[in-house]
């Protein structure tokens, strides 16, 4: 079973451009998790989509947004893109969302974004 | 807002030695699971904890969670340098759904 897959696996970007990262869940998983993991800080919580709807946003700007689609694969979109968006932007699956009580989340292997 | 204190930030050790990574907070969570990154690499789950007082072994990993569910430790039994990366912490809230992880320790185990 193929597990959680991001692309592109880098992605390099100029001050105020825009960028987007895809991301597809395991089979089965209907939640989409977003997760930024800057150079010595730990993992922030950006974003949760389920059943196509975004569920909760962490402590981003609005220039962070994304959409999950009908088959559930998501994407993130950075707008007027800065230096300090550099990191590895990390997406994580999880089987029925709401109504999962252990949340567990399963990642995968990031999309190193380099804003120059 | 919950947080999660996890320490130490680094940890450098001979193999064979053992060790101990502490996960704290002032907050209650329903589960909290600890994870392993390996540089390039997103975390992999090691375990979930879900019972307060609840410990689970796994080969020379030992994950323990405090009784009142807002703590939780990692002890390493006779490291190897296979042990080396980033241990993460997350505690799932009682909505149970966003994750919150924990600062980190980088571990690097030397032959």
């Known amino acids: 079973e193929a597990g959680v897959t991001q692309s592109p696996t880098h992605l390099i970007k100029t001050r105020g451009q825009q960028a987007t990262l895809r991301c597809s869940p395991i089979s089965g998983h209907t939640s989409v998790y977003w997760y930024q993991q800057a150079l010595g800080l730990g993992l922030q919580f950006l974003l949760w989509y389920d059943e196509g709807e975004e569920r909760n946003r962490g402590n981003f700007p609005p220039r962070f947004s994304g959409r999950q689609f009908p088959n559930y694969s998501s994407e993130l979109n950075v707008n007027a893109l800065e230096l300090e968006d550099s990191a590895l932007y990390l997406c994580?699956?999880?089987?029925?969302?709401?109504?999962?009580?252990?949340?567990?989340?399963?990642f995968g292997a990031g999309t190193r974004l380099s804003v120059l | 807002t919950q947080l999660l204190e996890q320490s130490p930030q680094f940890l450098s050790i001979q193999e064979g030695e053992n060790l101990t990574v502490y996960c704290n907070s002032s907050s209650v969570f329903s589960s909290l699971q600890w994870y392993r990154q390996e540089p390039g690499e997103g975390p992999v789950l090691l375990v979930t904890v879900v019972t307060g007082g609840e410990v689970k072994k796994l080969k020379r990993l030992t994950f323990q969670f405090g009784d009142a569910r807002k703590d939780s430790s990692l002890h390493i039994t006779a490291a190897q340098p296979g042990d080396t990366g980033l241990y993460l912490c997350?505690?799932?809230?009682?909505?149970?759904?966003?994750?919150?992880f924990g600062g980190g320790t980088r571990l690097m185990v030397k032959p």
């Open positions: 994580a699956s999880s089987p029925q969302g709401l109504r999962l009580a252990k949340n567990i989340q399963y």
């Open positions: 997350a505690g799932a809230g009682n909505a149970g759904n966003m994750l919150t």
